[in-house]
């Protein structure tokens, strides 16, 4: 690590003025990129920490939508009850990225920057329609989760570009999400599979939207359209589920690697998004009830 | 906890929980780990290693490193001396000193991934860094073979030209990975498998895995302008230290003195030397202390591990279970270079029965991995996996209860081993019977549940040991061990003595002394140091007893068979003389006049080690649509002897219960097609955390304690690593309704077994 | 290489130490500070035993820079204990022999305090999850489970009787 520089800017202003530097790299809470570092994988010249940028590390509630900073931590969104009794999914993929240690810095705008497919937040986000805010050299534009990663370590983010948080839209009534990753041992591993998915019932119960999306299947987590499709107009019955099961073991092409192979993968992402789909419509029931 | 068996009444020390003396320091992070220690004019040393599985070296070029500001040394190969070589006695097994030499650094060639080949020392971590890219390093790469059972086929590269198959007649002409086959056995095996009226077999598999200390190898080496030099790091043995960095650097033994730092964690793996010889080769280029740390990369590359191995078992029995002939092939992965434990896999498979007919062949085979390092047990948990795997079979094939069959067949005293040895002192039975006995065993399960049950044996070790006790002048004691203390045994030193010496266990201290401060005694390693270190501790105590009562003596003017020595007070026993008793404390005041400093100072080879026995009962249960395992219970019972602290008793064998569920579960070394290491961290080399594990509830058994010791151990570290991988596995089996036979029984392969999905 | 000075408070104590821009908080208390108390197990956030707690919340000391640390509250084993008296997870983790080695020691400690600080009466379940990122690999977690169980009935005592 040597010759590292390391700022900390206070302004957004400053920081994409800073990354616009040859060989500067952002730093939320740094659990990945410190890691990278020291194993020798990037060598950055400088590190931009993102976290004395007012606001960017916080939650707050706007109308029913939530703007959540980029480096926010895990344990900030565990810790926020809103947050958690509207987006539980969400909260729950957060907090399973690493040990208490990691909760404590590890943040949503790393791990979706990082873009490792196996990133536990993302599909959960992806599943509730999240859009990232970014901002960079050419002003601010605002796209959905699933619009950034392009492949392992790789982000459509241009040069200079800073993810300032996401947003999260006002949840419809009656719905719910949830999020499930399958790792060998109970915590501290890199998700095998990942599947978070987002349902909206009618009054009746009946599924009138979802989003289903599934992470380390790909180069990057999925948006499993026709899996969302298989849900709606059903009760979530058994015929429902065959299908995005389906529909999901079609969508996946995992890599046979060290955590898992390319066959095991599939099957368990078709068995995570059907667990993560009855959770999601229990909440969502749930969540009819308290309306 | 215990299995009822009081210690006797006399015991005011020995069987109580008091805290270790060196326990505040290790709460409060004062204690000194090998990588804690700094000296003034330190340099930081770095390893540049081989990228390559298998490649011959054709240069090293060094000198634009050397040229870098602030680069201090650079040493490769060539810099070390081991001569002639031969072997150290390095406790469970002989280190052959020219592989341990070039596995240091690499002299010729590099056999695996990560084989270190150049050091260098720099004013800074980020020197160092940048000169070890600033070596140039030409390799001609060679084939690889990573597979133990690849390694052994015709065709497979072979690592050593000069490696010819010992136990084999006669000597066979072309060079081969196979280092050695060893072959032991009696009896009839065939006539008895041609009568049997039961044959189970298979053919089992187990995983590479590490022994997974959280302490990084670290040293610091300081040369001397005189030729004596120090080295502060933490091992298993700082006199094994001496001996090996002495032999490859050709040096006399008295010119080093090794100081040992506080362990954290070895398990076998710092039986031998990794970094030490390159620190002080470093620092006598230089003559500048430098300092070596492994990363945790480099621990997984090119420290550790134990082998993996592939094994046929067959067993002949009766209809009512008795084992009548046995029949296994083993064949364990050396890592680089010679020397796999796979002659104790062959010693200790049947230990734990009495089975009349024998054929045990064990074959030591090389290939393109680090070398393999003692680990827990070394080679016994494999074997054990394949026998009680294969007696878990027979249970079922006979519907017999797994423990009475396993009592059935037990060793008893007087038995022989398949390697010569008399079974003594066992309590194998007893200890099955405290399970069969314990709710645990008796508990119900629920649906979609399933219970294993395992048994395991270790032999257990003494030998070479020394131990001096001080009194102090204000009548409390020191006591100086000459082994590292890995686990507590500073408590069991301390009570040991106190214990003899009839004080408080409060005015008893232990301290780890460095090679110059103490003789010279064998690695913390074996099973071995509360016995054979615990032993000539307890005869310093006696012969500082003894020195005492000769002194009361001299002061009462009596005959010294008339002083009793008792709590820690001398009492004259003469009714003609009017004596006041006189303490520890009233004696230890008046030393000068009676002697002088009363101190003495045991070296002893000890003798009358008694093997230890453990049966584990694991229950769990597995999600059917991901084939993950949940431990849900775990009891691990073992013929202990007598437990001298029984708070670190049990905590051997929660910590080998838990190394063992890892080990059949998820730990594994996983190599790409290059030969290549894939998971060389702990993120994906998975331990058990926490919250993987249940509480871990333990039956120490005393039935039968060691009459060789004089508080009756038995060592106790390695056995409770031996029956774990077979009771998971057994217990997966049962759910997953056909004999698991490949190690880790990781999700994949337990779904897949099930046809889910 | 350029450095820059930090300050921070250290285990209460104002303390002021120079920084690579790329080095750990982990290196700048060890090597810096002299607290070797931290241990380097790993170096990439995996095994804990570099557990400090940083303005109230535990953290890896090898996945923060050392920059970051300017105008942080820090905490580290060496503070744990009060002015030579021991801390009631330092109690019980003696009483309960929850350590051999001794290496991941100071890291669980820091964990467990955290969790205490902010949970004072855990189940065994949460005290299992919230250490999960504390490897040991000589105990089996046994006995540091009842260590920290009973630290937490010590220190609700403690609170009653105050």
Redesign the interface.
């Known amino acids: ?3 590292v520089e390391y700022l900390s800017p206070g302004s957004v202003a400053e920081a994409v003025r800073a990354l616009q530097v040859d060989g500067a790299r952002v730093m939320a809470g740094g659990t990945d990129l410190l890691v990278q570092m020291r ?1 020798g994988r990037t060598k950055p010249k400088l590190v931009v920490d993102l976290k004395r940028i007012p606001g960017i590390a916080g939650i707050r509630e706007e109308d029913g939508a939530f703007i959540i900073g980029a480096a926010a931590s895990g344990a900030a969104l565990g810790e926020h009850e809103a947050l958690r009794k509207a987006w539980p999914g969400i909260v729950e993929a957060a907090n399973l990225i690493g040990s208490t240690q990691i909760q404590g810095r590890a943040s949503l705008g790393g791990n979706l920057c990082n873009a490792s497919p196996a990133a536990d937040s993302v599909p959960a986000l992806i599943a509730a329609g999240a859009t990232c805010v970014i901002v960079g050299p050419n002003g601010e534009r605002e796209v959905p989760v699933e619009a950034i990663q392009v492949g392992p370590g790789k982000t459509t983010l241009a040069n200079g570009e800073v993810l300032l948080a996401f947003r999260l839209p006002k949840r419809a009534a009656h719905t719910g999400d949830a999020y499930l990753r ?1 790792i ?7 998700a ?1 599979v990942g599947a978070g998915v987002c349902v909206t019932l009618d009054a009746s119960g009946k599924c009138i939207a979802a989003r289903v999306s599934v992470g380390a299947v790909a180069p990057t987590a999925l948006l499993v359209e026709a899996a969302g499709a298989a849900l709606v107009g059903s009760s979530l019955d058994d015929a429902a589920l065959t299908n995005l099961e389906a529909a999901v073991a079609a969508a996946a092409r995992p890599i046979s ?5 390319a ?2 993968r599939t ?2 992402a078709a ?2 998004a059907r667990r993560a789909a009855l959770i999601a419509r229990d909440r969502a029931q749930k969540d009819g009830a308290k309306a | 906890m215990s299995d009822g068996n009081q210690p006797p009444a006399s015991l005011k020390v020995v069987g109580t ?1 008091p ?2 003396p ?12 090998g ?2 220690f ?1 000296l003034p004019g330190m340099l930081t040393g770095r390893i540049k290693r081989s990228p390559h599985a298998h490649a011959r070296i054709v240069k090293i070029d060094i000198s634009a490193a050397e040229k870098r500001p602030g680069v201090k040394a650079v040493v490769t190969g060539a810099d070390l001396d081991v001569g002639a070589g031969g072997d150290i006695e390095a406790g469970e097994h002989a280190a052959a000193m020219k592989d341990v030499a070039a596995n240091c650094l690499a002299s010729g060639k590099v056999f695996y991934q990560g084989h270190a080949v150049a050091a260098v020392a720099a004013t800074s971590p ?2 160092a ?2 000169a070890l890219d600033l070596i140039e390093v030409t390799y001609e790469v060679l084939p690889h073979v990573v597979d133990v059972d690849e390694a052994m086929a015709p065709g497979a590269p072979v690592l050593h030209d000069d490696m010819f198959t010992k136990g084999v007649t006669p000597k066979p002409t072309k060079a081969s990975n196979v280092a050695q086959k060893h072959v032991m056995g009696r009896g009839d095996v065939a006539g008895a498998f041609a009568a049997a009226e039961v044959v189970v077999e298979g053919r089992y598999t187990t995983a590479a895995v590490h ?6 190898h670290a040293c610091v080496a300081a040369w001397g302008a005189d030729g004596q030099s120090t080295i502060w790091c933490s091992s298993q043995g700082q006199f094994l230290v001496r001996a090996m960095t002495a032999r490859i650097l050709n040096l006399p033994l008295s010119d080093i003195k090794v100081i040992p730092a ?6 076998g793996g710092k039986t031998t030397v990794y970094l030490e010889p390159v620190a002080l080769a470093l620092s006598r280029k230089c003559g500048r202390p430098v300092k070596l ?1 492994m ?3 480099e621990v997984f590359l090119a420290s550790g591990p134990t082998s993996g191995s592939s094994m046929d078992i067959r067993l002949a029995a009766t209809k009512d279970g008795k084992i009548t002939a046995a029949e296994m092939t083993l064949r364990y992965q050396a890592g680089a270079f010679a020397g796999s434990p796979v002659n104790l896999g062959c010693m200790t498979a049947f230990a734990c029965y009495d089975v009349e007919n024998l054929a045990l062949v064990g074959y030591d085979v090389v290939s393109n991995r680090p070398k393999v390092a003692a680990y827990r047990a070394p080679g016994a948990p494999m074997a054990a996996f394949a026998v009680e795997s294969a007696i878990d079979d027979l249970a079922r094939k006979l519907k017999m209860d797994p423990i009475d069959l396993r009592i059935l067949n037990a060793v008893k005293d007087g038995a022989k081993t398949v390697y010569g040895a008399t079974v003594r002192y066992s309590a194998f039975i007893e200890t099955l019977e405290a399970v069969k006995a314990h709710p645990h065993y008796k508990a119900k399960l629920g649906p979609g549940q399933a219970r294993g049950v395992a048994a395991g044996f270790w032999f257990n070790i003494g030998g070479e040991s020394s131990a001096a006790v001080h009194v102090d002048e204000d009548g409390g004691a020191t006591v100086v061990s000459s082994n590292p203390d ?3 045994s500073r408590a069991s030193m301390a009570m040991m003595a106190a214990e003899t010496l009839g004080l408080p266990i409060e005015r008893v201290r232990c301290t780890v002394a460095d090679t110059t401060s103490i003789g010279f005694s064998g690695s913390t390693g074996g099973s071995r140091v509360t016995f054979a270190t615990g032993m000539a501790v307890v005869e310093a105590a006696q012969k500082v007893v003894a020195d005492l009562r000769r002194r009361a003596a001299q002061t009462w003017e009596c005959d010294i068979a008339h002083v009793e020595w008792k709590d820690g007070v001398a009492t004259c026993l003469d009714p003609s003389k009017d004596a006041k008793p006189l303490s520890l404390k009233a004696l230890a005041g008046k030393s000068a006049k009676t002697g002088g400093p009363i101190a003495a100072e045991v070296s002893l080879n000890a003798q009358g080690a008694a093997a230890g026995y453990g049966v584990h009962v694991c229950d769990l249960e597995i999600d059917p ?4 395992t949940t431990i849900l219970r775990y009891t691990a019972a073992q013929d202990v002897g007598r437990a001298i ?1 029984p ?2 008793v ?3 064998l ?6 063992g569920v890892g080990w059949a ?2 730990e594994e070394y ?1 190599y790409n097609s290059n030969g290549l290491l ?2 060389a ?4 080399y ?8 249940p ?2 509830d333990t039956i120490l058994v005393e039935a039968k304690p060691n009459p060789r010791h004089p508080y009756g151990a038995k060592g106790v570290g390695e056995v409770p690593i031996v029956p774990p991988l077979a009771a998971v596995a057994n217990a997966i089996s049962a759910i997953v309704g056909q004999r698991m036979t490949s190690l880790p029984l ?3 392969k337990v ?2 077994a099930m046809g ?2 | ?1 350029s450095r820059t000075v930090v300050n921070a408070v250290v285990n209460g104590e104002p303390v002021e130490f120079l920084a ?1 821009g790329g080095q750990s908080l982990l290196d700048a208390l ?1 090597d810096e500070l ?11 956030g ?2 804990g ?1 570099c557990s400090v707690i940083v303005d109230g919340r535990l953290v890896c000391a090898c996945l923060m820079l050392a920059p970051e640390a300017e105008g942080k509250r820090i905490e ?3 503070g ?2 009060d002015n030579g008296h ?1 801390h009631p997870l ?1 109690h019980q ?5 929850a ?8 890291g669980l ?1 820091m964990a467990s305090k955290a969790l205490l600080d902010r949970n004072p009466d855990p189940t ?2 949460e ?3 919230w ?16 260590a920290v169980m009973d630290a937490a009935a010590d220190l609700r005592q403690e609170g009653k009787s105050k």
């Open positions: 690590m040597s010759g194993i399958l060998p041992r109970t915590e501290m591993d890199i095998v690697d060290k955590r898992g192979t066959e095991y099957k368990v068995v995570l | 929980r805290i270790r060196d326990g505040v320091d290790k709460v409060t992070g004062r204690a000194q780990f990588a804690d700094h980020e020197i860094a940048e022994q997974g200390y959280i302490e990084p506080e362990i954290g964690g070895g398990f740390v990363s945790r990369e890995i686990g507590g649509e991901t084939g993950r602290h708070a670190y049990e905590g051997q929660q910590g080998g219960a838990a190394q579960l998820n996983v894939d998971n961290s702990f993120l994906d998975r331990m058990p955390v926490a919250s993987d594990l509480m871990i990781s999700p994949a779904l897949a889910g999905g | 290489m690579g060890r002299r607290l070797t108390g931290s241990k380097e197990g790993c170096g990439t995996d095994c035993a580290t084993i060496e744990l204990a021991l330092q983790f003696l009483e309960h022999a350590l051999q080695c001794g290496f991941c020691t100071p400690l065994e379940t005290v299992r999850y250490l999960a990122g504390n490897i040991c690999r000589c105990t089996g977690y046994d006995k540091v489970v009842r």
